[in-house]
């Protein structure tokens, strides 16, 4: 069998680990050949592809971004887009099915296509966390690592000046990354797009932090709303998905906490460095432990499925698991973390 393997949507570390165990494994065990697509449904749709032989994935499990490159297109649009047209595509250079490495739009696309009669495997992957069928997505706890450590940082320069300091991470819908990272740096608030709150409940956190001799650490998703927005901040127009780029809130924040509480505060976005770089080693495991088992899936027919964490278990699921409703941060888990603010 000839396997195609793409990853789409935004990158993350850990999509090289997934790319490596699946090559190492199919190829040894199941004498599989792979093709690498290039820049996801882009490359699938243009035939962009090139053999991905065991020598090219060696060393892979530690390298951050994706070696196959990524895009947001969308696999049924544009004149060589569609199920028909791609599966004609993959015929034509002899490839039985594909892995498709991806986040909820992408794992969307693939569902799709194996409706219209493709042989699609997914592997999902988001640093934000938010897919409900897996307990947790590679790249999340790297990206926690890079936000914790950088939140270390900001409170020494935070407490050197008693300032008030603004951590804003990713987290479009969901805020898992502020939650860890800001519990495991012990910010004194968190502010995530599930729970909204007002500008008077922040600044009450961030004055009684303060009157404790404290440098206040306040962590904001960029998904987080104030009390009375009605959506996420974005000044930076759409994404390919004709989504609203987002990024900005802790710079809205900043200038009003100190405005209304008179400590100088300073914010810092810490963006795409939470995507790049090297793997934590949580992430080279489960990312890799996820590529084995794609091709044990494929080998024994499984297409439709994608593969996901439960408990310390890699199982097969629908993808129709994985799409609808988001994973979203229980209210107990953010109260829990709430008895340590201010
Ligand atoms: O979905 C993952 C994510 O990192 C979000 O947290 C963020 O809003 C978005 O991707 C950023 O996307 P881009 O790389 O296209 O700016």
Not at 240 to 260: D, H, S, T, W
Not at 288 to 303: F, N, S, Y
Request: contains cysteine.
């Amino acid at each position: 069998m000839r396997i195609g393997i793409l990853t789409s949507g935004g990158d993350c570390p850990g999509l090289n680990a997934v790319i490596r165990g699946a090559v190492l494994k199919g190829t040894t065990a199941y004498d599989l050949e792979f093709v690498g697509i290039r820049d996801g449904w882009r490359g699938a749709l243009d035939g962009d592809f090139f053999p991905l032989t065991r020598h090219q994935v060696k060393g892979l499990s530690k390298v951050g971004g994706t070696i196959l490159g990524t895009s947001r297109t969308n696999p049924y649009e544009g004149p060589r887009g569609g199920a028909e047209n791609l599966g004609r595509t993959l015929a034509q250079h002899d490839i039985d099915g594909m892995i498709v490495i991806g986040g909820e739009g992408t794992l969307a696309g693939a569902n799709r296509l194996r409706a219209d009669g493709l042989n699609v495997l997914g592997v999902p992957k988001t640093i934000d966390n938010d897919l409900r069928a897996t307990d947790y997505s590679f790249g999340f706890d790297t990206a926690v690592n890079i936000a914790t450590e950088a939140m270390d940082r900001l409170r020494t320069t935070g407490d050197s000046h008693r300032r008030c300091m603004v951590a804003e991470v990713m987290g479009r819908n969901v805020g898992w990354i502020a939650l860890h990272a800001g519990m495991a740096a012990g910010a004194h608030a968190i502010l995530i797009p599930e729970v909204p709150m007002s500008m008077d409940e922040i600044v009450a956190l961030v004055e009684s932090a303060h009157d404790r001799g404290r440098a206040p650490l306040v962590v904001v998703s960029e998904g987080f709303t104030l009390t009375g927005m009605e959506t996420a901040y974005s000044d930076k127009g759409l994404d390919a998905f004709n989504r609203p780029r987002l990024g900005g809130i802790g710079e809205v924040l900043a200038p009003q906490i100190e405005a209304r509480t008179g400590i100088e505060t300073r914010s810092t976005v810490l963006g795409h460095i939470q995507r790049g770089g090297s793997p934590s080693g949580f992430d080279r495991v489960l990312a890799t432990r996820l590529g084995l088992a794609a091709v044990d899936a494929i080998v024994e027919g499984h297409w439709g499925q994608m593969v996901a964490l439960r408990g310390t278990d890699i199982v097969r699921v629908p993808f129709a698991d994985a799409l609808g409703e988001l994973n979203t941060v229980p209210r107990h888990r953010y109260d829990e973390a709430a008895a340590l603010f201010g």
